[in-house]
């Protein structure tokens, strides 16, 4: 079996049970991995110093090649002949902001606009690290849902230009902080991503919610804190997804129907018991038959190097006929993932970011459908980190197949291949796939969103990239990166937006460039057609550590023509030419679509 080629088996619901033995792969460093046994001791050389078995596996089958710190104005930064930035080749993951010279010594406030006008700006309605992002119709009104593991925030968005919070819990943050203190360890009642869509078979609205093992404030570095490794593995929340009957906006309104975990081997495992990562993000649901998730069923799923996350996620489907009862179908999982099976770590291997102790590796995100299997579709495009872009045949989900997959040049720090846009394939056969920056002030490499020419999905290639966003004319700055902060692609369309995706245009959101919009009316020639760079908030709005993010999600209305992006320190309900004329009221039908609208 060849793992150069694209087409590659696929491991549907089973996992080989043939261990590894520490002989077979020896090729990894222990020194990263805990402290030395001494010379006297029975140590096997070559046999990591952890605890967790599934980390040792992994530590055993790769060689460190950890990437070295760089030094500013030497490594990478400013060319001061052409006011650019000259990026760093390969950086380790850091917490902290790495300055460099020539970047602005303050958080800019200046605003630049093109094809982009702003309704309003709704202060603290958020929080400055993450946002996900939902809408429904109830009673004529139209409600936006902000939210988080830490809070959740309803407004009524009826008019975006005089929207309203109706319900808030969690934190709001200003300058000293979050109002409330919480605790990343013992959270266990929070709303994670989700999607909202019309179940047929209840004929009302339904919520499917993730519960996944947090990404932020559990652990910082896997390799030296046993403790925190063993916490996620038998985590003190639920790793699966649960199902909500929504009678209403509010949570008081929802009746819950369903909970599963995605350890489908073991479906009635209680919490603390339940293996595998939960499920990631916001589950791929349209309200019909099939629902896909991102998940990695059980602690096997161990090949990936990011620091301070156990597991490389692949994709479940689920039968949701019945919303209250749903059923497990089938697991898909791709070479290069499952550190029990010599022949997945075989593909590992000849994966350059295998050892580099940064990359993510494995999916983010559920599949990507052009079009709802309930609708005729049967192809799938799944962004799977340093593991790269990889398409399905999901005609039969029940057996899915992979058709091929792509990859380019690691970029690391960061993660790689997040993010898969969909929104043009049955127009133009392309797909538009990136990650996104996680170091500040630009400290890895520029995160560049790859135009796939996938018509043939067994034959996928990148044939260029969307531009890189470049300051307006009258910036204090020649280049974002002196911006401070975080600059590169976060993601473009969600998942669950109301009206159909606009053809031959796509916003992303941009970190601090913004809100850029692209012209991918040719995908093979895209260009830049309108943008909002806000004002960057500053330590008299948030504490010093949150600051920097700029636009951190998007959410678009297709069906108004109104864009939401969110900031550090708020939302902006956004129109654009672009889209056509924003509606300031109530849509012509409500949202979840269903029959007799």
């Known amino acids: ?279 990631l993000d916001a589950p791929e649901y349209y309200g019909g038959k099939y629902m896909l998730l991102a998940a990695a069923p059980n602690d096997s799923y161990a090949l990936t190097e990011y620091p301070n996350y156990l597991y490389s996620p692949g994709y479940q489907v689920w039968d949701m006929s019945d919303p209250a009862d749903p059923k497990f179908v089938s697991q898909i999982t791709v070479p290069g993932q499952v550190v029990d099976d010599k022949d997945s770590v075989f593909a590992y291997l000849q994966n350059p970011r295998a050892g580099n102790r940064t990359s993510w590796m494995g999916a983010r995100i559920p599949i990507f459908l052009p079009k709802p299997l309930e609708n005729g579709g049967k192809i799938g495009f799944g962004a799977m980190g340093g593991l790269g872009l990889w398409s399905f045949d999901l005609s039969n989900p029940a057996a899915p197949k992979i058709l091929g997959s792509v990859n380019t040049p690691p970029s690391f720090a960061g993660t790689e291949y997040d993010n898969a846009d969909v929104s043009q394939y049955e127009r133009t056969g392309y797909v538009f796939t990136s990650g996104y920056p996680m170091n500040r002030d630009c400290y890895e490499p520029y995160k560049d969103i790859f135009v796939v020419n996938a018509k043939d999905p067994a034959k996928m290639k990148v044939v260029t990239t969307l531009p890189r966003p470049t300051p307006p004319e009258g910036a204090p700055y020649t280049d974002f990166c002196q911006r401070g902060g975080n600059f590169g692609p976060k993601r473009s369309n969600a998942i669950g937006q109301p009206g159909k995706w606009r053809q031959k245009i796509i916003p992303y959101s941009f970190y601090n460039a913004g809100v850029q919009m692209f012209d991918v009316t040719d995908p093979a020639h895209p260009k830049i057609a309108g943008y909002f760079v806000p004002p960057l908030a500053d330590e008299t709005q948030l504490p010093k550590y949150t600051l920097g993010k700029g636009v951190l999600a998007m959410y678009t209305e297709y069906d108004r023509n109104i864009m939401w992006a969110f900031t550090e320190n708020g939302a902006y309900a956004l129109s654009s030419p672009l889209l056509g004329e924003p509606i300031l009221g109530p849509a012509s039908k409500p949202f979840p679509q269903h029959e007799g609208y």
């Open 1 to 279: 079996m060849s793992f150069q080629q694209p087409r590659t088996r696929i491991a549907i619901a089973a996992v080989l049970a043939a261990a590894l033995s520490s002989a077979a792969f020896a090729q990894g460093s222990s020194a990263a991995a805990g402290a030395q046994p001494s010379a006297d001791s029975q140590h096997i050389p070559g046999t990591p110093s952890v605890k967790d078995p599934w980390l040792a596996k992994w530590l055993t089958a790769t060689p460190d090649r950890t990437p070295k710190d760089l030094k500013a104005g030497i490594d990478y930064g400013m060319n001061p002949k052409t006011g650019e930035f000259i990026w760093p080749k390969a950086t380790p993951e850091v917490h902290k902001g790495q300055p460099f010279p020539g970047m602005l010594d303050h958080w800019d406030k200046s605003t630049f606009t093109k094809n982009v006008k702003v309704l309003a700006f709704y202060e603290g309605v958020g929080s400055p690290f993450h946002a996900w992002n939902n809408i429904i119709d109830f009673g004529g009104k139209r409600y936006l849902y902000i939210h988080d593991r830490d809070y959740l925030r309803i407004m009524d968005v009826t008019d975006p230009a005089q929207a309203k919070v109706v319900y808030s819990k969690g934190a709001v943050w200003g300058p000293k902080g979050g109002s409330e203190r919480w605790d990343a360890n013992t959270v266990t009642d929070y709303l994670g991503g989700a999607t909202i869509a019309w179940s047929k078979k209840l004929n009302k609205p339904v919520m499917v919610a993730s519960y996944e093992i947090g990404r932020y404030g559990l652990m910082t570095q896997k390799m030296e804190q046993p403790d925190k490794v063993a916490a996620q593995r038998s985590y003190n929340s639920l790793k699966g997804f649960k199902v909500f009957e929504m009678n209403g906006p509010l949570p008081s309104d929802w009746k819950l129907l369903a909970t599963r975990t995605t350890d489908y081997e073991h479906p009635d495992a209680p919490i603390g018991q339940q293996q595998g990562s939960g499920s």
